[in-house]
């Protein structure tokens, strides 16, 4: 009885032990045991995999009386009134796809593909007037993306072009950002 207590035990500590290390990793999350970092490479990829999908959500969007909305796909995302069954489809799609939320904030669109937590996430955005989503701040500057010269997604630490025009792939690192602007 005592070997199988500690057997039990045993292998209980070991799962406690994997669960932890993959936590500190790449963090436990609800569309997947373990969601590392996507790439620049890997969502230009991802971007030409899914580009219909998002072209469809983005056409609906620009046109809809919506100018700021936040869809988490955690939630049924039943809050935005969508009377376009491609649209939903679309979403379901991206959902199934891996992507956490949708965002529309002024002249963005944007979809989150990773996240670590409140402190990370990175995906693609969408500008629709074109303008890069940073108010035109310099990305050079010393101060890109801090309080003195903000940008519109919280916490960008990078924004690279992808191959269609107004499509960029961005990172919003809290940590990132802390220590380049304490």
Request: net charge neutral; charged share 25%; with cysteine.
């Amino acid at each position: 009885m005592k070997k199988i207590i500690i057997i039990i035990v045993s292998v209980g500590c070991i799962l406690v032990f994997t669960y932890g290390l993959l936590w500190v990793l790449g963090g436990v999350t609800t569309t997947g045991f373990f969601n590392r970092q996507i790439n620049h490479t890997r969502m230009k990829n991802i971007f030409v995999e899914d580009y219909v999908f998002l072209r469809k959500i983005v056409d609906y969007f620009i046109y809809s009386e919506h100018t700021s909305f936040f869809i988490r796909f955690e939630d049924d995302f039943d809050d935005v009134l969508i009377n376009n069954d491609d649209v939903v489809i679309a979403l379901e799609t991206l959902r199934a796809r891996g992507y956490f939320s949708i965002h529309r904030q002024d002249n963005i669109i944007y979809f989150q593909r990773s996240s670590r937590g409140r402190h990370f996430g990175n995906g693609i955005v969408y500008s629709i007037d074109g303008v890069e989503p940073n108010y035109g701040v310099n990305p050079r500057s010393p101060f890109y993306g801090s309080a003195e010269e903000p940008t519109q997604i919280m916490f960008l630490t990078k924004l690279e072009p992808l191959i269609k025009s107004n499509w960029f792939y961005y990172e919003a690192d809290f940590r990132e950002w802390r220590l380049r602007y304490r």
